[in-house]
């Protein structure tokens, strides 16, 4: 689509076929019909013009290639990238293990992740396809190398957008929460872990209120009220036998014991 409204002129041109060279040499052949020109040569110029970008592409993809981090290896078991992640605006993208490499899909669009470095992947470049080729998809942990959400520069004037991991595992189980319920004693600290209503988990620390637990992955859980602080339940088989406090100061543990009197 093409606007001039200080000439009154309105533009569409639409093809079956993307990226095509066909929409920008008719609407710049009929802007110039309009406007009473001599029409250009535009298919030869725009041809030039593709000709002189073809011939320079691998001078860009050398360049691209030399400031890859070569020999690097992600930081995760492949598995540990899989899950879903959403932005409000931008919707759901998921990673996928398939045939024991990484895939993505976002908006009905689907393609292999290639590690490209470090915590960053990339999609492939497939020019018959409509997707964002090159697309660069970069995994971000928290202090405990948690993986928390993923980046993509889907629009490249800002920054890059964040799509927060949705919780998934034995955290988003009602049975695996009421497993948790009970009494947990680090040092001298009592901490009673009971649900509320809603069958969220509620830890009560001595000497201080009551806290909300929000399911993040696995076992684990943000504390809603305090930013950066994660609790994990861990227990082997159905059994839970601790809490472990991952907290900007320090990982901290409180192991179960028996109820307390009223």
Known sequence: MTLLPDLGIRIAVLTNRSPSAVPSTLTWYIIDRLRGREPVEWRARLLKQRDEFIAHMQVDKDAREKA??????????????AGAYEHPAY????????????????RGMLAPL???????????EVPDRLQPDRLAITFLTDRNGNILSLSAPLEPAVKDIVFARLASGHCTDPAFRARCVGDFKGGAITHRV?????GRLMPKPDYQPAYRLAPEQGRRFRIVELE??????????????????????GVFVAQRVEEQSA
Do not use: C
Not at 91 to 106: C, E, F, I, P, T
Not at 114 to 124: D, S
């Open 68 to 81: 890859r981090h070569k020999d690097t290896q992600p930081a995760h078991e492949i598995a540990a990238y």
């Open 91 to 106: 919707g759901v993208m998921s990673v996928k293990v398939q045939d024991g490499a990484l895939h993505w899909a976002w």
């Open 114 to 124: 290639m590690h490209r470095h470090f915590e960053r992947f990339e999609l492939p």
């Open 194 to 198: 009971t649900l509320d209503s809603e």
């Open 228 to 249: 950066g602080f994660v609790v994990e339940f861990r227990g082997e088989g159905m059994s839970i036998d601790e809490m472990v406090f991952y907290q900007p100061n």
